[in-house]
């Protein structure tokens, strides 16, 4: 069974300030693909960053970049220069064979 | 392009009806899913599919239906609502594993 685990239910940041979300992994897939999907109050889900399992290279999206330790199972999203538009909730996203787990969400604040 | 569409945005039902919540993609996506989203719970699969004609369970499908005759359509059916099917349901489609998933903008279903 595929897992994801998110161990911060809240997080807050100031403005311009760095933030980093936590999240945990378990699967028995050797092909697999990573996501952090943002859902601002709107509720649509929005695509952030997309890691391959297979490629050692942490992915970068402009400010978002993400920390994969594949042995740890562990996939990390970094936020820099956080911006009020940051503020959302943010869900690491798992998954091979047209599976995607989702883990339960980190409600991300950005303090003016 | 209108992306993936879903009907309605906001539905009440009472303990028995039963309901077809409708999605719909024009970017000739072959997978397709739905998944409800729960409060503390993140987003979970209910019933997905890999083209037309194909559709599996997913983490919870107790209490719905899906079928798959076309590319562009996937429905979910309610066959008879329970109050524990009150959640925000998303419908999602992808063309590729590693491109992740396009979401709709969801339905709030209550459940009297």
């Known amino acids: 069974a595929q897992t994801v685990t998110q161990s911060q239910p809240e997080m807050s940041v100031q403005e311009a300030e760095t933030v980093t979300l936590s999240c945990t992994y378990d699967t028995s897939e050797s092909d697999y693909y990573l996501f952090w999907y943002k859902q601002p109050p709107s509720r649509q889900m929005i695509l952030v960053i997309r890691q391959e399992a297979y490629k050692q290279q942490n992915a970068t999206e402009n400010r978002f970049s993400v920390n994969f330790q594949k042995a740890a199972k562990s996939f990390s999203l970094k936020i820099s220069d956080s911006q009020l538009g940051d503020a959302a909730m943010y869900f690491c996203?798992?998954?091979?064979?047209?599976?995607?787990?989702f883990g339960t969400g980190t409600l991300l604040a950005v303090q003016p | 392009n209108a992306g993936v569409t879903q009907t309605p945005k906001f539905q009440v039902l009472k303990t028995g009806q039963s309901m077809t919540l409708q999605c719909a993609q024009d970017?000739?996506?072959?997978?397709m899913s739905w998944y409800r989203q729960d409060p503390g719970m993140g987003l979970r699969l209910i019933h997905y599919s890999v083209g037309a004609g194909i559709t599996d369970q997913g983490e919870v499908p107790n209490g719905y239906n899906v079928s798959r005759s076309t590319t562009e359509d996937f429905p979910l059916r309610l066959l008879s609502a329970a109050p524990s099917q009150t959640s925000v349901y998303f419908c999602?489609?992808?063309?590729?594993?590693?491109?992740?998933?396009?979401f709709g903008p969801g339905t709030r279903l209550t459940v009297l």
């Open positions: 970017m000739n996506h072959e997978y």
């Open positions: 999602a489609s992808s063309y590729s594993e590693r491109d992740g998933l396009f």
């Open positions: 996203v798992g998954g091979a064979t047209n599976k995607l787990i």
